[in-house]
């Protein structure tokens, strides 16, 4: 699968693709690999409060909400990983929304 990420500021607008290389249930947490302008290895998973997410290779992690909250999850992502990974992330969570199950 490929998105389309966009990262839009008052004086430019920037686009890039994130592909999807695996996406997979591991019963309480799911494991994706996006190959972006990084490469990113996410942990994701839901907690009694929302949802988390884990960058092992980036030492980061954070809290998030629905995968369908696209604008939630890309500030904290964001805070996590820098903009464009933090987007790239977001972007991609939001769309598998309809594919995680919790």
Not at 9 to 22: P, S, V
Not at 28 to 33: G, S
Not at 69 to 83: F, H, I, P, R, V
Request: glycine share 8%; aromatic share 14%; charged share 25%.
């Amino acid at each position: 699968m490929v998105f389309k990420c966009v990262y839009e500021t008052k004086k430019k607008i920037e686009h890039w693709t994130a592909k999807l290389l695996y996406f997979r249930k591991f019963g309480t947490h799911y494991e994706l690999r996006i190959e972006s302008l990084s490469s990113i290895t996410v942990i994701f998973g839901k907690i009694s409060y929302g949802s988390f997410a884990c960058m092992p290779d980036f030492r980061a992690g954070c809290h998030l909400g629905n995968p369908e909250d696209k604008e939630w999850n890309t500030e904290k992502l964001s805070q996590a990983l820098g903009e464009i990974d933090g987007i790239t992330v977001a972007t991609v969570l939001y769309g598998l929304a309809d594919k995680i199950e919790f």
